[in-house]
């Protein structure tokens, strides 16, 4: 093909047009009835993913937020980056009709016919998965692009709309009771705006009633799925999804009175969601986000040993400063940073290791509780913080909840996507009364901790849903609230505040941290013999040690393997472990 | 619509003259009662047709399938489409297909042959063979003496019509066996197929489905026009019912009278038409069929007539009707779907009906109340209890990780299932939960067995002795001011009621928190004092508690109660109590360790053989509580007694005045409900002589274990009673014969005092061989000093 005849960016459905055209053989001799496509896939992904990874096309591709929202065209090519946090079932649509002696056409991946669909003679009935998806709780700043698109291509999209403007084609309504409502938040955006990204005023203004109630780092988006199994996606995967936009306000809900009946069974997700408020993507292609996806310009590096060693030293002193020179409690940071459920075996989730930092008070966390939340939102893309205070535990809610009214789910505080980091401060919880909420977010906790489930509330029913959530708790005396694998008492022997981080440094940590993490592991025979006889000879010295215990310093073992670069276990590994807890078994006493 | 066009009605040829057998109706059951067993066996004919269904009275009581009522209704709203966008707008409806046995009847009778659309059959050749399988189907059963007698459908359409009912059930069977063309028509057209929510596609749309699901919300009743008068603001001529048609009514453009005819007069006289109910209820997944990482999906269901406000939120549903799609305002190419609701059952009517200790009552409830019994579900765990060997099996899936400790597994198998609550007519009531105290070691994997059976338990609550109230009906975060360690204080018995509370470290518990126990486990019931009334709350839970020992290890030398520190009268209100004691044995501690390391380097599943998952074995003890009442047998019973009688025996040494309490009447009561419980395991409504033969030996293995006086070797009840033993009650007795002796020689009436210490000398000099220390003489002076006969100050004892 010498230059397509279509432009994938600006008209996907353009390029879908051609490629349904094709599929049904239209202009040659045998003609396929679209029913045998079964809303299956027919040829147009092909297209998209060369474009998208042979030609490099993915990189133009405007990222769907709240600024771009302003610029990007309905109906173009776009992508979102986001948690999968509702599914609202399968929609059924009108996939492919045929007007009385004309050919057939296709509305795969539009919610609008693109020809006035009067009275098809001939359909079919296909269907797509709908899923709502919100950008990931406690996204760091770094995991989110820039919106600095290619010039030619936002300007041009610019002249465009301009145009549009003049022609006063802008399909947005400027309902006036809006105005008073507006004029906050559009100062507020303003505010949040970089000054480098201004753009025209007339611009902001004019698109400014349909993202009112978008704030800035919150912009919903109804995913509809359609050439996928269901078990690629699951609730609380964080994705990129690539496809058609859609999004304006005709398609506003109109209440018509009359059709009592349709407006009932349909009250669901698209009354709910109006497609004016919250933007549709017709996902073409969607891929599975890992922290690595999110680290920008950092080429691809080789695990190697010495340099992950290298890493490791000044992410250690850095984590060192941050602890206020407390090396020991560093080091467990260093190994909780690192943790992540690697398999489950009945009820225990193996690799996780959550870390309880004992003898802070209100004063000291206020310091260190706020150097690390800095930290933290600096090397890891997700982090979220709690506050335990008797009154959150007594009306937060921490368990995704089904609203039955709304037909959604409510999403709870604990409903996070695996890798997340989560910091529990308890020093500022007082003795009190729990209410039955405050029972139930105490056992959800316990049960995160302990088992990395959070049971979802269906009020019917409960679901559990598996997590994979990094824990690290503040508190004066050890937490039986929110029981952690390890405690260690920190000892802040300065208060000295550590250096702001260069840049560089920086994202070879954030590297660090994600590749390291996910290194595979082993024992060797021997290894494992040497491990056996010392849990053994331990367990005879002191009784009250128990498989509690044992696999905590497994894990540890594992972590400070990998910490170091290496994939199999070693001798030194070991001993560092079996010194780590003698130096926290020393500051218990 | 309620009253003319009954579906049913018209289709009774039956009850025209020419079919007038006039026999009385025998043994069939009332309509009400009927249930769809058949409905499985009905979507695979063939395989029915080659099993035909052993049990004549089941099959009497599947006659169940919603058949006729589908179609019954069908024909109905072929006339008033509730869908008229869909109709219009998908040709391939089969809105306007014929149902089988609800057109014609009265009217239609000279109706050219109408066909089914899009197929080549005949509406008039269907009606025609549903009116003959109608008049001539036997059942088979009833065959034998009664040829002449009334159909079985004959007769049902019969009592339909005195009862005024709208439709009747038909067996999907007996259609098969009568004509199995007509089953095949019936079943493709509409076509029917049991789904799953998820598994709905565009391809059964139009098709006839079965769903199961809960109800999660139910819309307020919609009256559905269904017939419209007009009325001329002109002439005031009212005109003849206007019938909707595809869910529209036209309105007459003019006045029908021919005097009149004046044009757009006509106005609708509200009050004179005639409406229906409808409702919109919203059907969603049951817990089970949701795969991991997905939320539930929903399906709208609209309801009609006598089927508005057949279920209501929370109910789980089977339902049967046909799925259709329809176009919406928001999104012309959109389609909304629905089911199109025919035929609706509740699945968990035995929910309501139990007053089983387990029972769930409404409310925030762990999942594992919810399992529901379907009957495949049933008939597998019925399989399974029938194995040979299932109570060891079950023992071995009781926490598989944790090894050995098989009696004690077994006598938490029996907590879990539970003996039988009785309830006298006095008022007089025996619990049938049973108490379990462990106590041990550390690092003996009590805890894990407590935290396995708080998981599985129906509705466990686990809890630390060190922060529960017991009592509180809130919860209370406490803070140490030392140490400033939080922990969570919790009413947890209020919150286990019919279920098995937890508890960890009983001994840390405080003893107000533990008298209360002393009702619980008795009386079942708490009691809380708040603003001046005290409330009597159920908590009828079975306890499971372990305890450390007061010292770091357990000592052997000593009874249970001074090795945990318990009161006696809470310890005997344990039915079993099992010592833990840790070996230190390094073949286990080695097995620990290999599990531990392979946990963690092993991507392998540790697989562990031949035992019942966790899902299978909690249905199982949910089942057996909630349908599984074991009485007991007379051979049992004798046995029982016979064995209390032979357990007390044990106690009388011949030829000697030591009498040692080896069992008690709370041991019998124990002894029921452990039997009990065994029948339960195997699903047996009979307490056989073999499970009051384990009763025993597990009390044994217990008490053997806890309430052994060291240095006789036997079984003491005092133990547990009373903390003391029979032998140690003997030691101290005779301490105390000896101090006043030696009080009485040395010592004048109020004359000089003597110090213990030197008592304790003299004592030691007479009683040479024997040890005795101080705190024995203390117990033994401070005993006479209750008699009066000395008076002890500080250290100085003197006589008065």
Not at chain 1, 296 to 321: D, N
Not at chain 1, 384 to 411: F, G, H, V, W
Not at chain 2, 173 to 198: A, C, G, Q
Not at chain 2, 253 to 265: D, R, V
Request: net charge negative.
């Amino acid at each position: 093909m010498g230059g397509p005849p279509y432009d994938c960016m600006s008209n996907p459905l353009g390029a879908v047009r051609l490629t349904f055209e094709k599929a049904i053989g239209l202009g040659s001799e045998t003609l396929t009835h679209p029913s045998a496509f079964d809303g299956k896939d027919w040829g147009a992904l092909e297209l998209f993913r060369h474009f998208l990874f042979q030609e490099s096309g993915l990189s133009q591709v405007p990222i769907l937020n709240p600024k771009t929202l302003r610029w990007v065209q309905h109906n173009c090519l776009v992508r979102y980056r986001g948690m999968i946090q509702d599914m609202l079932g399968n929609e059924f649509y009108v996939g492919a009709y045929r007007e009385e002696g004309c050919s057939w056409r296709t509305n795969k991946f539009t919610d609008v016919s693109q020809y006035a669909m009067e009275s098809p003679s001939d359909t079919c009935i296909w269907e797509r998965r709908l899923l709502y998806c919100v950008p990931v709780p406690g996204q760091s700043s770094w995991t989110v692009l820039s919106c600095d698109m290619d010039p030619k291509w936002s300007s041009q999209s610019r002249e465009k709309r301009r145009r549009m403007n003049d022609e006063d084609e802008v399909p947005m309504d400027l309902a006036p009771e809006d105005e008073v409502k507006r004029s906050p938040i559009t100062k507020k955006m303003r505010e949040n705006e970089p000054p480098a990204s201004s753009e025209p005023m007339d611009l902001k203004t004019a698109s400014m009633s349909t993202i009112q109630f978008v704030d800035k780092d919150n912009l919903p988006c109804l995913v509809k799925i359609y050439d996928s199994p269901e078990s690629d996606l699951k609730l609380n995967d964080v994705f990129e999804f690539i496809g058609v936009l859609t999004f304006y306000s005709e398609l506003a809900v109109e209440k018509d009175e009359n059709d009592e009946l349709s407006n009932i069974l349909y009250d669901d997700a698209r009354v709910h969601l109006p497609p004016n408020k919250v933007p549709r993507l017709h996902c073409l292609v969607h891929r599975k986000l890992a922290v690595h996806d999110f680290l920008l310009g950092s080429p691809i590096m080789e695990p190697k040993p010495h340099l992950v060693k290298e890493i490791r030293e000044a992410l250690f002193r850095h984590l060192t400063v941050v602890l206020g020179n407390d090396g020991v409690a560093a080091h467990f940071m260093l190994l909780h940073l690192l943790s992540k459920v690697h398999t489950r075996v009945d009820d225990v989730a193996v690799g996780k290791l959550s870390l309880n930092l004992t003898g802070l008070s209100k004063e000291s966390v206020s310091v260190f509780g706020t150097r690390l939340s800095q930290a933290f939102k600096n090397l890891l893309p997700f982090t979220n913080c709690m506050p335990l205070t008797l009154e959150y535990l007594n009306t937060a809610s921490l368990a995704p909840k089904k609203d039955y009214q709304t037909n959604r789910l409510i999403p709870g505080v604990l409903q996070l996507p695996e890798g997340s980091h989560l910091m529990v401060d308890e020093t500022q919880l007082e003795s009190g009364s729990l209410n039955s909420i405050g029972i139930d977010n105490v056992k959800l906790l316990k049960n995160l901790i302990e088992f990395q489930k959070v049971e979802y509330d269906f009020q019917y029913y409960k679901v559990e849903m598996a997590a994979d959530v990094q824990l690290l708790i503040f508190s004066e005396g050890k937490s039986n609230i929110v029981p952690a694998d390890l405690i260690v008492p920190f000892q802040p022997s300065s208060l000295e505040s550590s250096e702001i981080p260069v840049g560089e440094a920086l994202e070879a940590w954030r590297w660090y941290l994600a590749t390291v993490r996910s290194l595979p592991h082993s024992i060797g025979s021997e290894m494992q013999k040497v491990v056996e006889d010392d849990l053994v000879a331990a367990r005879q010295a002191d009784r009250s040690l128990g498989s509690r215990d044992f696999s905590r310093w497994l894990t540890m073992a594992r972590l400070i393997s990998s910490s170091l670069g290496e994939t199999s276990l070693t001798l030194e590994h070991w001993q560092m472990v079996k010194e780590m807890e003698r130096l926290r078994k020393e500051r218990l006493k | 619509m309620a009253s003319d066009s009954s579906p049913v009605k018209f289709d009774n040829g039956p009850s025209s003259p020419d079919d007038s057998f006039s026999s009385p109706i025998p043994n069939t059951s009332s309509p009400a009662h009927l249930r769809r067993r058949g409905r499985r066996q009905a979507s695979t004919p063939s395989s029915a047709a080659a099993t035909p269904p052993p049990n004549p009275s089941r099959f009497a009581n599947s006659a169940a399938t919603p058949t006729p009522t589908r179609s019954a209704k069908r024909g109905r709203r072929t006339a008033n489409s509730p869908t008229p966008a869909a109709a219009a707008a998908t040709p391939s409806s089969t809105d306007d297909f014929p149902p089988p046995s609800s057109e014609g009847g009265d009217d239609m009778e000279e109706a050219t042959p109408t066909f089914v659309w899009g197929t080549n059959i005949s509406v008039q050749d269907v009606k025609n063979a549903i009116q003959m399988f109608i008049k001539h189907f036997r059942d088979p059963q009833e065959l034998s003496n009664d040829i002449y007698g009334e159909g079985k459908y004959t007769r049902m359409i019969h009592r339909v019509l005195e009862v005024e009912g709208e439709w009747i059930d038909v067996d999907a069977h007996d259609v098969f066996n009568y004509d199995s063309d007509l089953y095949n028509k019936m079943m493709r057209y509409p076509l029917e197929s049991s789904t799953s929510m998820r598994n709905l596609n565009p391809s059964d749309i139009e098709k006839m489905v079965s769903l199961k699901g809960m109800i999660i919300r139910c819309s307020s009743i919609i009256p559905e026009i269904r017939e419209a008068v007009f009325r001329c603001i002109v002439c005031g001529y009212h005109s003849d019912p206007v019938v909707v048609d595809r869910g529209r009514i036209t309105e007459p453009t003019s006045c029908l009278k021919q005097e009149c005819l004046a044009k757009n007069s006509m106005t609708l006289v509200h009050n004179r038409c005639r409406f229906a109910d409808k409702q919109i209820v919203r059907l969603q997944e049951t817990p089970d069929e949701i795969p991991e990482g997905g939320t539930p999906h929903t399906v709208s269901l609209l309801m009609h007539d006598k089927l508005v406000d057949a279920g209501k939120p929370g109910d789980r549903v089977e339902v049967t009707g046909i799925y259709r799609a329809m176009s919406v305002r928001v999104g012309p190419t959109q389609r909304t779907t629905y089911i199109d609701c025919l035929h609706i059952k509740k699945t968990d009517k035995s929910r309501m009906t139990t007053e089983d200790p387990m029972e769930a009552d409404k409310g925030s409830q762990r999942v594992a109340d919810d399992v529901q019994f379907d009957e495949d579900k049933v008939e597998e765990l019925k399989d399974l209890s029938k194995q040979p060997d299932i109570y060891e099996k079950l023992t071995r899936s009781l926490a598989p990780n944790i090894w050995e400790l098989d009696d004690v597994k077994k006598g938490l198998l029996c907590q879990l299932f539970g003996g039988n609550a009785l309830k006298l007519p006095s008022d007089a009531s025996f619990r049938g939960d049973i108490n379990i105290l462990l106590v041990g070691d550390p690092g003996t994997s009590k805890s894990q067995l407590l935290q396995y059976i708080h998981k599985l338990a129906p509705r466990g609550i686990y809890t630390s002795g060190r922060g529960s109230s017991a009592v509180g009906l809130t919860a209370y975060v406490a803070k140490d001011p030392e140490t400033g360690e939080t922990v969570l204080e919790s009413g947890a018995l209020v919150l286990s009621d019919r279920g098995i509370c937890c508890i960890d470290e009983f001994d840390k518990m405080s003893d107000n928190a533990r008298s209360m126990l002393h009702e619980v486990m008795e009386q079942q019931t708490v009691s809380i004092a708040k603003a001046g009334i005290i409330a009597s709350l159920n908590a009828r839970t079975s306890v499971l508690a372990c305890a450390n020992p007061s010292g770091s290890r357990y000592n052997p030398r000593l009874s249970v109660i001074d090795n945990i520190h318990l009161p006696p009268t809470l310890l005997s209100r344990f039915d079993l109590i099992y010592l833990i004691l840790d070996k230190a044995d390094e073949h286990t501690d080695r097995r620990l360790a290999k599990h531990i390391v392979s946990l963690h380097f092993e991507d392998t599943e540790i697989a562990e053989h031949d035992v019942i998952d966790l899902g299978t074995l909690t249905a199982y003890v949910s089942y057996a509580r909630k349908n599984i009442h074991p009485k007991l047998s007379d051979e049992a019973a004798e046995e029982l007694t016979r064995g209390y009688v032979e357990m007390r025996k044990r106690g009388n040494f011949p030829g000697s005045s030591k009498k040692v309490i080896t069992a008690t009447p709370r041991q019998i009561e124990s002894l029921i409900r452990l039997s009990e419980a065994l029948a339960r395991i195997r699903f047996s409504e009979w307490v056989e002589m073999r499970d009051v033969t384990e009763a025993f030996r597990l009390l044994e293995v217990a008490m053997q274990q806890s309430a052994t006086d060291h240095s006789t070797g036997t079984i003491d009840m005092d133990l547990i009673t009373t903390g003391v033993s029979a032998s140690e009650r003997m030691r101290r007795e005779s301490v105390l014969s000896a101090a006043r002796n030696i009080i009485m020689d040395k010592l004048q009436l109020g004359g000089p005092t003597i110090r213990l210490l030197e008592l304790l000398d003299e004592l030691k000099k007479q009683s040479s061989g024997s040890e005795i220390h101080l705190h024995d003489l203390r117990t033994a002076v401070a005993t006479l000093a209750s008699e009066g006969f000395v008076v002890l100050h500080g250290d100085s004892v003197k006589r008065i």
